[in-house]
């Protein structure tokens, strides 16, 4: 089978967003402190690689698209989870004594699983959403205002819903939900010029036959 340029450009955004929320569901146990700001270590994967990608995404093919790109990681991040705790479960050898500390870094508890899986899903959905919403409300011109708008909102929304399902009662959600605000934002701001680099540069190798700047 022969893929086309742009079946090829849409996988390869596909794989970037998978690799995330793979890295992630790893990665959201460890809580990091920079300055006095501390937040889960899987913000600063999710905040550079989800919400860009499903933003270029809506940006070039739709919302159709960008929903099923969602649905496509959201699935491939439930598998890896599955893999993952199972390989915890399973016996290990008399001569292996790494067990416990392969629990211990791998073995996410079930709040932490179903926090990532519940506030991935939710954000990235209002996400594809509101970005469409913006694109048609703005006749597919201000691409720097729909991204930023939505990547804004549903950051918000996935930082208060992962931490306060996975943290709550173990650990004062407020510090943990605000340094996640301030770290997704600032990402956020930073990674606008990357979008529409992105978005130019696979609209013109497609020859502009995509949905860039326009309206459905």
Not at 149 to 171: K, M, R
Request: contains cysteine.
């Amino acid at each position: 089978m022969t893929f086309t340029k742009e079946q090829k450009i849409y996988c390869g955004l596909n794989a970037v967003i998978i690799v995330a929320m793979c890295a992630s569901a790893i990665t959201a146990s460890k809580i990091i402190r920079v300055g006095e700001f501390v937040f889960p270590c899987s913000n600063i994967i999710f905040s550079l690689l989800s919400f860009p990608v499903t933003d270029i995404i809506s940006e070039i093919w739709g919302s159709k698209d960008a929903k099923r790109t969602v649905w496509i990681s959201f699935s491939a991040q439930a598998f890896f989870v599955l893999l993952v705790q199972g390989s915890v479960f399973l016996p290990g050898a008399l001569t292996w004594g790494n067990q416990e500390a392969y629990q211990l870094v791998l073995g996410s508890g079930p709040r932490i699983v179903v926090a990532s899986m519940v506030a991935f899903f939710t954000a990235q959905f209002w996400d594809v959403v509101v970005y469409e919403k913006l694109k048609s409300l703005t006749k597919g011109r201000f691409i720097v205002l729909r991204n930023n708008v939505s990547t804004f909102s549903s950051q918000l929304l996935n930082s208060s819903l992962f931490i306060t399902i996975a943290f709550y009662g173990e650990q004062p959600v407020a510090p943990l939900i605000f340094g996640s605000i301030l770290l997704k934002w600032v990402i956020a701001a930073l990674d606008t010029p990357l979008v529409y680099l992105g978005v130019r540069l696979i609209d013109r190798a497609l020859d502009g036959k995509t949905m860039a700047y326009r309206v459905a």
